[in-house]
């Protein structure tokens, strides 16, 4: 198997292309929607580029996020950008633990960084195509920007971070019908992510979390005998109370109506 072949069938990361965009042929690159995550470095000069009918403008060493789905554009202007087209299953967790996490798209003048756009640049247009080599170079720059971000934040792990975050959507907003894509959302990652993140600091599902603080709650609504099983379902976040009985009997191992009654 070549070393190209073997790359492509490393679906978790991929590297889809890397060319160099100047004010003399951006003509080459009209607008476009997005079907990929792109980095763009600006090597040299500044540029104005058209994001979702916004003017963004970069200056050396900027490096700018282009999200899945975004419609954007150049301009004629005396720079030189390096884009850099990927794609594969592990890019949103690689992003959500980057400089990249919690819709940030831009970092400023960050020249260490630009190391790496050279590096996969050569690389890829190497008279050999050296897949293998562009790949690992493109983790060791999701490596630089994980610890930056880390270095940003403080020192606390971003995954802790997320859990937190999470957690404090959960307390906050239980009370209503939220799914665990919802929470996921809201802190900016993936559904998988948050599952895996959760089993390894609270040894649990966001689901079993949602689920324990509903249930919590629920508990201490029914030992106060002021309202119905319907009403304490819907005020944790069921408006189904079969639904909620039904919950509330596989966390308790008693039924509603008997828990009220013995407490």
């Given at each position: 198997m070549s070393l190209k072949l073997l790359a492509d069938s490393y679906v978790e990361l991929n590297i889809k292309?890397?060319?160099?965009i100047t004010g003399e042929n951006y003509s080459l690159c009209p607008e476009i929607k997005s079907e990929n995550y792109i980095f763009l470095y600006c090597r040299q000069?500044?540029?104005?580029?058209?994001?979702?009918g916004k003017s963004v403008e970069l200056s050396e060493n900027d490096i700018y996020l282009i999200n899945i789905n975004?419609?954007?554009?150049?301009?004629k202007g005396n720079y030189s950008i390096l884009y850099l087209e990927f794609n594969g299953a592990s890019t949103d967790d690689l992003l959500a633990n980057?400089?990249?996490s919690k819709g940030n798209v831009f970092l400023h003048d960050d020249s260490h960084l630009g190391y790496y756009f050279y590096k996969i640049y050569h690389a890829y247009h190497e008279a050999e195509y050296l897949s293998l080599k562009c790949l690992g170079i493109l983790y060791e720059l999701f490596y630089e920007l994980t610890k930056k971000n880390q270095i940003n934040t403080g020192g606390i792990s971003l995954q802790r971070r997320h859990?937190?975050?999470?957690?404090?959507y959960i307390n906050q907003n239980y009370q209503m019908e939220i799914t665990i894509a919802d929470?996921?959302?809201?802190?900016?990652?993936?559904?998988?992510?948050?599952?895996?993140?959760?089993a390894t600091y609270l040894q649990k599902t966001p689901k079993a979390y949602l689920t324990e603080i509903r249930m919590?709650?629920?508990?201490?609504?029914?030992?106060?005998?002021?309202?119905?099983?319907?009403?304490?379902?819907?005020?944790?976040?069921?408006?189904?109370?079969?639904?909620?009985?039904?919950e509330f009997k596989k966390y308790t191992g008693e039924?509603?109506?008997?828990?009220a009654k013995d407490n």
């Open positions: 292309s890397i060319k160099e000069g500044s540029e104005k580029i058209i994001v979702d975004v419609r954007f554009s150049f301009t980057s400089s990249f859990v937190d975050l999470a957690q404090d929470v996921a959302k809201k802190v900016g990652v993936t559904s998988n992510y948050l599952a895996n993140i959760f919590e709650q629920a508990k201490k609504l029914l030992a106060t005998h002021k309202y119905k099983i319907k009403e304490v379902g819907k005020l944790v976040g069921y408006k189904n109370q079969l639904h909620f009985s039904s039924s509603p109506a008997f828990y």
